[in-house]
């Protein structure tokens, strides 16, 4: 379900988009007459088990408006302030604009239109009188992944839909992954230099950013029945021993999404027959144009783990023969037995974050344990071993 609004204009977050002022803008900008014809919150209460993952970065709203003789949607989307890297204006700021800069960048996401700023009356102003700043999508109806991992969890039938799904995403990874940095540089020496720079960058988000570990890790109200002060620490230390073995790895800086999550894929409503039936869409790419592509693979792979352990309590059918199919896909047409050698600490991040009582507060206590233990074998472990994921979550 999502929340109705009136025609007077929108709460989101923290600021009114008042309809008014809205209206005048979307008229300066396509410079014809416009009529909104509704406006609606989105990610709200959504089917079955949004509640699942309750924390997010803001509530976009869609805008359904009439430009001429053209119907247009479009999505208006700021970030709240919150514990993990928004906790400061510039930090919120920061991300809208590298939203808007990277968004077009990526095939198959989709586009930003513009960024416009609003004063706290809801009127859309000049930077100078700017107090939020608002990034402007375009809109595409579908049904994110998510969904059909929740249906796998319930019903536990793989349908052939699933199997060409996950077979059209580790394609795609594949495809993104093989765009290696390019900065235009005019000597291979500063190319190489700027490489780096961006490489350890990564590396140290992923370590001390505050979406990274270290933020994660500070959100749990330790002590909690399945881990403690000790434990996170522990996987910290660990995280920050993997960043000082990856820094020399900066040939390894590829394109990426970098949050390829199954609330972030979005596949085509109109997806029915076998031609269509991989037709997707991704949202809210993150951190930048370029990383590490175990990033993306490792975002997406573990979820296959976190639902079957909702069913089973291990990783097993459905969702194994799934995880191993995305595996084998994209190992095929991409190969890296490389990345089953840097892979560890983003997994331990995205089990952190699946294990999070702030993100995912109805997940159970066990579901948690074993994710964390998952954390804890991975980055014991010299070289990943994607067949051996029931031994790494303490699963006998």
């Known amino acids: 379900m999502v929340k109705s609004f009136n025609q007077q204009g929108v709460k989101m977050t923290q600021i009114t988009l008042a309809k008014g002022a809205l209206e005048g803008y979307l008229q300066e900008r396509h410079g014809a007459r416009i009529y909104i014809e509704s406006m609606r919150q989105l990610g709200g209460d959504a089917s079955g088990e949004a509640a699942l993952k309750q924390f997010g970065y803001g509530r976009p709203v869609l805008v359904t408006y009439q430009a001429g003789e053209r119907l247009r949607e479009e999505?208006?989307?700021?970030?709240?302030?919150?514990?993990?890297?928004?906790?400061?204006?510039?930090?919120?700021?920061?991300?809208?604009?590298?939203?808007?800069?990277?968004?077009?960048?990526?095939?198959?996401?989709?586009?930003?239109?513009?960024?416009?700023?609003?004063?706290?009356?809801?009127?859309?102003?000049?930077?100078?009188?700017?107090?939020?700043?608002?990034?402007?999508?375009?809109?595409?109806?579908?049904?994110?992944?998510?969904?059909?991992?929740?249906?796998?969890?319930d019903e536990g039938t793989v349908e052939e839909a699933d199997v060409q799904r996950i077979e059209a995403l580790a394609r795609y990874l594949a495809q993104i992954h093989e765009r290696r940095f390019e900065e235009g540089a005019r000597d291979m020496e500063s190319l190489e230099e700027r490489r780096g720079a961006l490489w350890r960058r990564r590396l140290r988000d992923l370590v001390g950013h505050g979406e990274g570990i270290m933020g994660l890790a500070d959100s749990y109200p330790v002590p909690l029945p399945y881990t403690s002060a000790e434990d996170l620490r522990a996987l910290e230390e660990k995280a920050n021993r993997w960043r000082w073995r990856l820094k020399s790895m900066s040939h390894r800086l590829r394109q990426v999404?970098?949050?390829?999550?199954?609330?972030?894929?979005?596949?085509?409503?109109?997806?029915?027959?076998?031609?269509?039936?991989?037709?997707?869409?991704?949202?809210?790419?993150?951190?930048?144009?370029?990383?590490?592509?175990?990033d993306d693979v490792s975002c997406l792979t573990i979820n296959y783990l976190f639902f079957s352990l909702q069913r089973s309590g291990r990783l097993t059918a459905p969702f194994e023969a799934l995880h191993r199919r995305f595996w084998e896909t994209y190992l095929a047409a991409r190969p890296d037995e490389e990345m089953l050698n840097v892979i560890q600490p983003w997994y331990a991040w995205r089990a952190l974050v699946l294990a999070s009582p702030v993100w995912y507060p109805t997940v159970t206590e066990e579901v948690r344990r074993r994710l964390l233990a998952f954390a804890r074998r991975v980055m014991a472990a010299e070289s990943y071993d994607y067949e051996q994921v029931n031994e790494y979550a303490g699963v006998t």
């Open 75 to 153: 999505v208006f989307h700021t970030i709240r302030r919150n514990a993990f890297g928004r906790e400061r204006d510039d930090d919120r700021v920061a991300a809208i604009w590298l939203d808007f800069r990277t968004f077009n960048e990526l095939p198959r996401h989709v586009p930003a239109v513009d960024v416009v700023g609003t004063t706290g009356e809801g009127e859309l102003a000049s930077l100078s009188a700017v107090e939020e700043m608002v990034l402007v999508t375009s809109y595409r109806p579908g049904t994110v992944y998510a969904e059909d991992l929740l249906r796998l969890r």
């Open 257 to 294: 999404h970098g949050d390829f999550h199954p609330f972030n894929i979005i596949f085509a409503e109109d997806a029915d027959d076998a031609d269509d039936v991989g037709d997707f869409f991704v949202l809210d790419r993150s951190r930048g144009p370029w990383g590490e592509p175990a």
